[in-house]
């Protein structure tokens, strides 16, 4: 069993920076990926950053160049620095760790970004 516990949310004035953290316990394997999905009120949870245990890294397109996902792998931790928030950045931020078919989900963390 997995669990992911997300941190660092929280109110910002457009422009500003957040960085959330995802520390994940439990069965982890060596090999798998973590991402970072948002989904705004009324929308589809979207991909918003991934990365693998080797650090192989995607973003999407709406992200890219304002955002950074890290890791920690002795800490089973993803970081999601962001910087330059816009208000369509403002979503509830939910960590997912995948490993093989399975993936485990944290509780979401609130990101609010105002104009």
């Known amino acids: 069993q997995v669990k992911l516990v997300e941190s660092g949310g929280g109110l910002v004035q457009a422009g500003g920076s957040l960085r959330l953290a995802c520390a994940a316990s439990g069965s982890i394997f060596r090999i798998n990926v973590m991402e970072w999905y948002r989904q705004a009120p009324g929308e589809q949870r979207d991909l918003v950053a991934s990365i693998t245990s080797g650090g192989s890294t995607t973003y999407a397109d709406s992200v890219k160049g304002r955002f950074t996902i890290s890791r920690d792998n002795a800490k089973n931790t993803v970081y999601l620095q962001m910087n330059s928030l816009k208000p369509e950045d403002t979503a509830i931020y939910y960590c997912?760790?995948?490993?093989?078919?399975?993936?485990?989900w944290g509780q979401g963390t609130q990101v609010t970004v105002s104009s």
């Open positions: 997912n760790l995948r490993q093989g078919t399975m993936n485990s």
